[in-house]
């Protein structure tokens, strides 16, 4: 048993688990947040991605104690003051969830992309940088306008703030 | 059309909570005292059981306890059943073998459940599993559907002799045979159409909760369709008697047909509660959902096509073997047979048709409806034999197509579908102007320039749906009647919930039915709710698979909300002392026509609950229920076209486009059904390019047991689609709605097959990998060097 | 997954001071390889060392032509390091094409070298680019480094700790994925440097990584993809499976030799 701590959507969390506990089954069980989910065994459907320490990664993948110490955020810690993250908006807009279970990882996993690329995303970029996220319901079409419409709206509002 | 009514673009009322973490899924589930189970799975294809030893399991850390089998017996739960009687052409009745939902005597495929470990953690109660010894005496087993009715094949259920469950046929054998024997041309055929695993990507669950004080189960699980579940839960596996089940289906992530299926776990998982007397969990992961969730598809066909000296189809004639797996899964009699072969005239005039289907166990994982289920059975193989004859009578696709459409309805075909109402010339134009059919040579001439082949391709589908009439598909042998259910319920302040038997899993059905309301009662979206997927709240429903909730589950509600308009008319004629007859709803009110007299819906819906003033011998309350049963299916069809463009150096094809024009008759939420058909698009494109479930044919184990083997479809395997639609009104439901759910899986696996051998010249099967494409172009070769 | 005790170690010798200490322990590096293996129960280390921790296992450092990748450092710093890309591309091509976005921000060079699956990237790189393996104890050359499938010079407890190499002339890798993996279906590196030209091939050889040297000898002779011609592939000595015949990996060997080659330019 470990005493695992770490920040999750800002707040400081503490729980026990075993060493072999994965990161996910850590926030699902004992954090209580079940927005993150398991749809694979094998790290490939990305629907458990968070973000630690400002990056994408895949929860299922990671043990609990690994991410010890680091700053983790999930699909619960993205909108602000029930306000939608634009990501969250635009796939409300565009119809990029049907069944929502691969949604939470898409989601973070746009997120994620768009703050990478720095405005520079067009689709075939957004096709390959979705190759970690499996979608069974939409066929992918509408995720990619909402991560391209995304996009548009996260980096006209960095340069309108800019100007 | 409201901003918010039918046919409105309104973004989905349910996203927020899926956006923000809040679904519910049945893994989310957490109730008092819970604990987790594992199932011990039979390693081997075929095999006896001599004797299973738990001892060493329960002393591991953190067990409950670990059930088998034979308890399960003893306890009186039943087996699991097929729904669906279908009775062979001698007249004998389907030769069904049991099916223990924990395996006693004998296993017949890798991952037939045998025991179940509960303990305190799924790692613990995995751990246990692993020392439950199992002794096996290892059986032969047969995988595939041909080999298993050899003489000699290994006999997987003692019911069924050769492991032939049933030999059925359709349609006028003698007249089929006669236009062949006459035709100018004869088209033949071999078709395969490959094994698909359907991966929604929530995993199945079941937490089963056995309540003792009240001698009640709760079961939570991934269900199209609770009431289903709990009534064939009561009614045939002996779990508990309906009013002691609540069947739950919270937010489920995905169905496909998959989860339609009562499956051994949740029936195991309920049992195991009362047994040890906590709530049970269990959770699928990925390769036990490979391993036990059902497959789909799996077909063998030799296919006849006649046709006379002007091209026009005299007759066809089809022999198909399906493989069933190693049980008989609730719907699967139904989908190589109803829903398959009445389907083989597709959009043409056929003036005979004869089919004969024989079913067959193998020791491979049950299968059963995957999305179309059946239809694109019957749309691969007619729109890959059109094609071939096409080429080989030397005229263009759609010349062929066109010659032979249906164009006057209704149309009876010779295989009992009657077809109400379509226009297969107008998506077939659409499609062709969309995809620039013409400027085809020019682009196929270009990448040839660049070494690349390019191929062209189309597919012309019809399918059925909005099944279905209960009396009909009674006399055909189904168990259950299809019609669905709607209860509309007035609150006193005027808003309102909608209870469905339908089931939404990623169908927007909050949003679309709500649309529905709002367009009829002119209130706005959000004071309309949909409540679904409990037993305890809403009445007995039929569930959602074959788009049904829009024909079906949709018509129950406006038949219940007919119900609801005349009594409010009439309280609101009653309070404004205007004749009934004069009351029009209008922008959530009632108004007297042609006066200035207007009340609001919620002062009404106020007074039929204070009751203070009702017409005479009015009951008090506004709460309306309605059965809707259909008068026929649905028949939604469309013309499909994919250009493709393959690299000869490694096989790999690319989709330039893919352009589908459907007609769906009357649609709810254009940006809804939009979705349902890339879904199903994408679900098409990875049976013909990339999915195939395998077995090794000799040991029996599945092969592609995970996303690492088998290729689902990913982001940059696919194209965005060009979509339109040429709406005909459905004429045999209230909406006008045909359905959308199907079409995209249904449509597109041939389209791309045609235009891929279009393409190198020769024929291939499902999947249409880049090392098939490949090998296919390597044995071309020579013979296009010769020639 | 089995139960295991997890260590996290700060430096290198602590990290192998821990590792020694358990007959079972094993290496954690980014995990993307052995979490997932672990999961499925196909691996039961009793102990793990986590390496993340270890900050002198990071970073890129280029220095003329001389190159060092810290194994700590992810698949992701490899794609995006503007040194690195000003002296070899290839690499940062390679690094950007494996797995995921979500892989590449935890995997590392050094976890995958050590593993060295048949079909990962880098073992192709490391190969064709004649780098040095370099370990907490000492230095190993490439061609001595690779010895089969998911097998390496690395003795019991050894710790990768960086790999070196000269920057090539030139340098190119093309990959077809297996398409339900993403896995290298076949890989191919070539480079032109100070030890000649060098091609290697991943996902393909029935006992992992390897040389292939008659492409070698014809890019020698003529650096232009019309070596394809001339040189035939022997399938005898390459893998088989549902995805992929010998016959058609040796293709596969042939084309993405040709492309890594107009890769490099």
Known sequence: MAKVTLTVNGRTMSGECDDRTLLVHFIRDKLGLTGTHVGCDTTQCGACVVHMDGKSVKSCSILAVQAAGSSVTTIEGIASQGELHPVQAAFNQHHGLQCGFCTPGMVMTAVDMINRHGGQLDEVTVRHELEGNICRCTGYHNIVKAVLSANEEMHGASRQAAE | MGMEGIGARVARKEDKRFLTGKGRYTDDMVVPGMKYAYFVRSPHAHAKITGINVSAAKAMPGVIDVLDGKQLQADGIGNLICGWMIHSKDGSPMKMGAWRPLAVDTVRYVGDAVAIVVANSVAEARDAAEVVTVDYEELPAVITSVAALEAGAPQIHPEAPGNLIFDWQIGDGAATDKAIAEAAHVTEIEILNNRLSPNPMEPRAALGVYDEAEDHYTCYTTSQNPHVARLVMSAFYNVAPENKLRVIAPDVGGGFGSKIYIYPEEIVCLWASKKTGVPVKWTSDRTEAFLTDAHGRDHVSKVKMAFDKDHRIIGLKVDTIANLGAYMSLFSSAVPTYLYATLLSGQYAIPAIHANVRTVYTNTVPVDAYRGAGRPEATYLLERTMEVAARELGVSPAELRRKNFIRSFPYQTPVIMNYDAGDYEASLSAAMSAADWDGFAARRAEAEGRGKKRGIGMSCYIEACGIAPSQAVGSLGAGVGLWESAEVRVNAVGTIEVLTGSHSHGQGHETTFAQLVADRLGVPLASVNI????????????????????????????????????????????????????????????????????????????AAYTAHNLPAGMEPGLKETAFYDPSNFTFPAGCYIAEVEIDPDTGKTEIIQFVAADDFGNIINPMIVEGQVHGGLAQGIGQALLEEVRYDETSGQLLTASYMDYAMPRADDLPSFKLSHQNTPCPSNPLGIKGCGEAGAIGSPPALINAITDAIGVEITMPATPLKVWQALQAAQPRMAAE | MYDTNYHRASSVEEAVKLRSSQDEARYLSGGMTLIATMKQRLAAPSDLVDLRHVASMKGISVEGRKVRIGAGTTHAEVASSSALKSVCPAICHLAGMIGDPHVRHMGTIGGSVANNDPAADYPSAVLALNATVVTDRREIVADDYFQGMFDTALEEGELITAITFEAPEKAGYAKFPNPASRYALTGVFVAKGASGVRVAVTGAGSNGVFRATDIEIALSASWSSDFVASVAVDAGQLMEDMHATPEYRANLVKVMAKRAVAMAG
């Open chain 2, 531 to 606: 409540v679904h997927g409990d037993t305890d709240k809403v009445q007995m429903g039929m569930g959602t698979y074959g788009s049904r909730s829009g024909a079906v589950g949709m018509s129950a509600i406006v038949k219940a909300l007919d119900k609801v308009e005349m009594k409010a008319k009439k309280i609101a004629a009653h309070l404004m002392e205007a004749d009934e007859s004069d009351i029009v709803i209008e922008n959530g009110a009632l108004k007297v026509a042609g006066t200035d007299k207007t009340l609001p819906w919620f002062q009404m819906a106020l």
